[in-house]
Every structure is written in C-alpha cells, then in structure tokens.
C-alpha cells in the first residue's frame, strides 16, 4: 500500500515548527560560544518555500509566549559590532550602514522583534536586505 502525501499546508506546519524553535531561540544559544552566528543560523534556516507572512506568523507565535527571547535578541542586536547588518532598538527596526536605512517603528518590542528576526535571518543567510 502507497503511503499518501501530507498536503502542502500539513507539511508546512510541521516544518515551521521545527525550523521557528531553533530560530527564535539563537540569541540565547549563540551566548554559550559553541558555534558561529551564521552555523546557528543555518542550521535553524526556514525551507526555501517559506513566504514573510509564514516566517513572520511562526515567530510571532513563538516569541509572544516567551519575553525572555524577545529580550535576548534586544540585546543580542545592542551588541552587534557589524556593519551594514539589520538593527533593533526597542520599538524600531531598520538597516545600518553608516546611518539608519529602512526603519520601522513598531506598535510592541514583540512585533519589531519579528521583524528584525526577518531582516536579520535574510542578511545572515543570503546577504540580502527585506524589509
């Protein structure tokens, strides 16, 4: 008997479980200086096929349950000693290359947190700027 495929929207699901844990939680992890930020990055990467609106709904799921990650990527971005690379500053997300390009403020620090999780996972991953 032929085992049936899950339909796209299950596969999905279970995919973006996996990938969203290890993604929102590199700020803590990336602390214990065992691996680089781009291998946690890699390793936590969401499937090619992962539209913004899914990236950010998985994120946004995960870091409204949990503040304490919201705080580490608050200080994970203060601490950042690279540049051009994405930024978050409380309520504000943008880009920095030698000034602030591309800002948004956001309504919460969970909603700007998502967006820069977005920005900072393309750059990491790809050298790419989204906004």
Do not use: N
């Amino acid at each position: 008997m032929q085992e049936r495929a899950l339909p796209r929207h299950l596969r999905q699901t279970l995919t973006v479980t996996h990938w969203a844990d290890g993604l929102t939680t590199i700020a803590l992890r990336f602390r214990t200086g065992t691996k680089s930020i781009r291998d946690l990055f890699t390793e936590a990467a969401p499937p090619e096929d992962c539209s913004a609106a899914e990236f950010k709904a998985a994120v946004a799921e995960r870091l409204a349950a949990a503040q304490e990650l919201v705080d580490a990527w608050q200080t994970y971005s203060y601490d950042k000693r690279s540049s051009p690379s994405p930024y978050l500053d409380g309520v504000k997300v943008g880009f920095y290359d030698g000034g602030t390009h591309d800002a948004v403020t956001h309504a919460t620090m969970t909603d700007a947190c998502v967006d820069f999780l977005h920005r900072e996972t393309y750059w990491v991953l790809h050298r790419r700027r989204v906004v």
